[in-house]
């Protein structure tokens, strides 16, 4: 099976890159969003609320990969070329580079006609700080934050799952993180209901993490010719300072990449977070590095997808 998922994954990747997600076509993501809403608005209260948040995930873990795992294993029954892309089709809906990158593109547009409020606006579809006073540098700051931390969470680990347990522990990764961003956060409302789902989160982050930060770094030419042992350095040094476990070694790395740096004062909901600075401030930054933070993220998400051929190489041999 290890081949088909590679061959699965790969066809995934391509299929997102040509078309993405098309809205006129049902989204798994839109289905696990009405899940979780269901049970928040019904769970989310009194008294347990962390036990209750558990059974929640437990039940979105089950639906998404206990249907997934019904129909990937009906199509394989019929034809192997059709399980594949089966596999394959699902698999795409879990990543989302193509739209990662063009959600960027939708802040850097209004940025080059000095058009700042456009770009707060489209800004503030991707992110979760506070937007509406944001001047140019901490816009495109808070842009390339976004596309390096989302290479791993929207792209890279769940094909890391495809490779391990195809499309069914793809989606069920997606259904973690999809659960983490709606009620992970370390508020009032949700800190007790969301801790499953914001410790979920970082068990399944924690390998693909790591080699995403690896992987963009042997994957994409340093600028201002820093050496890469220069950079990997940099990045083992300030990964671990961002609060998030896994989300600083995306940041990290394309933050030394580029000679810029990362971090600093962000607002969420009126209050002030003073996130710790990342990579070196070598270079001013501009709207430009938001296209180079695009071509981080698609030359780390080919090196990652040679990767685990490799890795899948390897398993299929010594097995």
Known sequence: MILNHLLALTLAVIIDRLIGDPKWLPHPVVGMGKIISFFEKRLNKGSQR??????????????????????????????????????????????????????????????????????????????????????????TRATIETVSENTSDGITAPLFYALIGGAPLAMIYRAVNTGDSMVGYKNERYSEFGYAAAKLDDLFNLIPSRLTGLMMIMFNRPALKRRRTECFNVLLRDAKKHPSPNSGWGEAAAATLMGIQLGGRNVYGGQVSERARMGDSLIKLLPEHILAANRLMIRTVFGFTILLWMIGGLWYVLT
């Open 50 to 139: 962390r036990v209750k948040g558990f059974m929640m995930m437990l039940i979105l873990l089950i639906i998404s990969g206990g249907v997934l795992f019904i129909i990937v294993y009906t199509a394989y029954s019929i034809h192997t070329m059709l399980g594949i892309m089966v596999e394959a089709w699902f698999i795409s809906t879990t990543i989302a580079a193509k739209g990662l990158k063009q959600a960027a593109l939708d802040v850097w547009q209004p940025l080059m006609k000095n058009d700042v409020i456009g770009a707060r606006k489209y800004l503030s579809y991707i992110v979760g700080r506070d937007t509406t006073n944001l001047k140019e540098e901490e816009i």
